[in-house]
Every structure is written in C-alpha cells, then in structure tokens.
C-alpha cells in the first residue's frame, strides 16, 4: 500500500472500461458483485476511487440519464476527491523533484466540485463537444504517423532491435521541454507556440506544464536550471507521469498501432492514475502494454482487467482490504 490517502485506505483506479461495467450496467453478477463490495468498502473508509477528469469526457458520449447515475455512483466512491488534470500533476511531480518534498493526496487530487457533475445540461453538452474535437484533432495530428505505421506493420521486428527506435521517440518528446526550459533560463520566460489544427489553435502541452510551473509554483531560473539537467541526463524517467506518457507513446509506435481518440484518453489516464494507485482497473491491452513496459511494476501497481481470472483476484484483493 502506497499511503498517499492515509494510513490503511488503498487508491484503487477505475478506467472507462470498469466504471462502465461496474456502475452503469453490470454485465453480469460477478461484476454486480463487486459493484456491491466496492460500495462498501468505500463507506468503510477501506478504499478511496478518486473520479478522473477523463470519466467526464467519455461519459458525455453515453446516454444523459445513464450518465448521471454512473456519476451520482462514481461519486460515492471517491468520497469527494477527483484526480487532478495530467498537466496540473506532472507540474506537481516536477516540485516534489526539484524541492524534495513528499508526494501526498494533494499531489494527485482536488476536492470533487460536485457529486452530480453530468446532470447539468450545458456541462454535459460542453464535455460531449469537448469529446469531439479531440477526437478530431487526434486523427488530424496522427494521420501521417498512422500511414507510416501500416508500412512498417508488414515487417515485425525483435524488441531488441526496436529499443534505439523506442529511445529516438522517447527523445523526440522529451526535446519540446528542453527547448521551453532554454528559453526560460535565457530569457526569464516564454512565449507560448501553440499547435495548430484545422479548427483552431491550442497550447502545446509542454507550454501548458510551463505555465502551471511559473504561475502557480514560482519555478525560479536556478530550478529551471537543475531541472535541465535532471531531464538531459536520465530524460522523463524521474516524472512518473511524463515517464508513463512517453513510454506508453513510444509503445503504440514501436507495436505499429494506429492511434486513437481512445488512446490519447487512456494515457492522460494512465500518466495521472497509476503512479499513486495500489490497485489499477483496465482493459485486457492497456494491462498487456503496462505490463509489456515495465510500468506496472515500476510503480508497483496490480493491474487487473475484466477477464475471469482477474475479476476473482480483484474481489478477493477487495475482501481483504
């Protein structure tokens, strides 16, 4: 147990996948069981499942009512606490690093606004538009990279020989901060760069973790300075969520997938949940490619999907917290 919520209480990650089959509809009575003991587990202060801002973004595609009882219940189990955005939590990683202080609750979550976030018909709507146009934007940004991706699926490869291919992407990510962190030394400040899609221009994500650093953190230059040097000499592997991004990035390159809306939402997942998580719930390929990295255990997190033989290890890992 990792301690983050408290002596005794474990974190337990509720993925799309599992939130949906435990408190939408139960597929069966297994998970209808489960659904049971998570409930009262929580009530009993045993368990904590903080809600992911990502559960607000996919719900909005459900039904409404259905989404509003997946979120009154989604709720209760997280006893009021919701996992902060991606970027707010690696600029949280990030201090703990340069200032060595502890990681605690705070690192990883906010105070849930509200119990009932989806019965709000212009937040539901707002998440639903939001939802689109990611998915636009991902298959804008991917779409060469996915056709290079089907030429290069015809040949497979040993993992041996695709390590310096895994190193050149992990590279190829971590350059866009190292440039941002230059001109911050040089110049005191930035000016954000943007990236442009067909419908509009955002923030480029290493300027979004930037901006969090200097305006709510008060990143100072000589930080700025130890942080170059952190991340030329061991990369992204000492901010969990970077390290989780890159990798899981670098993966669906080196496997030859083509890249979804789906994907970008579970590695925003995965890059916030699994560092402080004891217990993690996914799908049976996020497992396979968290195990296949490494990352599972190197942030010592059981990850369980909803095969039969997973779903009867979880219930009997709940019974026993």
Known sequence: ???????????????????????DTPA????????????????????????????????????????????????????????????FVTAEHIISLLRNTPLDQNTFCDRLARPDTLTN?????????RHTLLNSQVTEITAGQNEIRKIT?????????????VQFIKAREIKPFIDLLDEVIGKGGFVSKGVKFATREVIHWADYVMQILM???????WEAVFLKDIITRTGFDRIPSLDIRVSLTANLA???????????IDIMRLAT?????????????????????GLAEKYKTKV??????????FYQALLEV
């Open 215 to 221: 305006a709510h953190h008060q990143l100072g230059i």
């Open 273 to 293: 949940g699994l560092p402080p998580a004891d217990l993690l719930f996914t799908d049976r390929q996020r497992k396979f490619e968290l195990q296949q990295t």
């Open 254 to 264: 080196v496997e030859h997938k083509k890249e979804t809306v789906n994907d970008q």
């Open 28 to 87: 069966n009575k297994t998970w209808e069981e489960m659904t049971k003991l998570l409930q009262a587990k929580s009530a009993a202060g045993r368990i904590i499942c903080p809600v992911p801002p990502e559960h607000f973004l996919e719900s909005a595609n459900k039904k409404h009512e259905n989404a509003m009882a997946m979120d009154k219940r989604f709720a209760a189990l997280a006893r009021g606490l919701a996992f902060k955005p991606e970027a």
């Open 153 to 165: 699926a015809q040949k497979r490869f040993s993992p041996a020989t695709m390590a310096p291919f």
């Open 304 to 313: 369980f999907c909803g095969v039969k033989e997973d779903l009867e290890v």
């Open 121 to 129: 018909n212009k937040i539901y709507d707002d998440f639903k538009a």
């Open 1 to 23: 147990m990792k301690g983050y919520f408290g002596p005794g209480v474990t974190c337990i990650y509720l993925d799309q996948f599992a939130t949906s089959n435990l408190l």
